[in-house]
């Protein structure tokens, strides 16, 4: 299977942005990533902006420092992939009161009586 220079780029942003997003919900800057991770700051930045093409090994550190699967970061490609999606709002919704959980029902019972 070949991937042409416009799907990589994309690849590569979508990435970038899963990485950031997971940063920014742990509350890490930059910074504190970098020291946890052992990936310069700057590396990182540049990641999270989609201009690097990562290695595996830095996807492992980067998903070790923020505590989360590796394959949270490759959520976008999984059109199916509802583990994936619940590892990633369970932290949420843990923290949610009995009033917020009801309407979170509520609205999980709205949504499925559309079909997309």
Do not use: W
């Not at 997003?21 to 590396?43: D, F, N, P, V, Y």
């Not at 990633?88 to 959980?101: A, F, P, R, W, Y």
């Amino acid at each position: 299977m070949s991937i042409d220079k416009f799907e990589k780029e994309q690849i590569t942003k979508s990435v970038g942005k899963r990485i950031q997003e997971c940063r920014q919900k742990a509350g890490l800057t930059q910074e504190q990533l970098s020291e946890i991770s052992g990936i310069s700051q700057k590396h990182i930045s540049r990641i999270e902006q989609g201009y690097h093409d990562t290695h595996f090994t830095m996807i492992y550190k980067i998903a070790k420092a923020l505590n989360v699967p590796i394959d949270t970061f490759a959520i976008d490609f999984e059109e199916d992939n509802s583990n994936i999606f619940l590892s990633t709002i369970k932290s949420d919704v843990e923290n949610m009161s009995k009033k917020q959980l009801d309407m979170l029902r509520d609205s999980i019972e709205t949504i499925k009586k559309y079909e997309f």
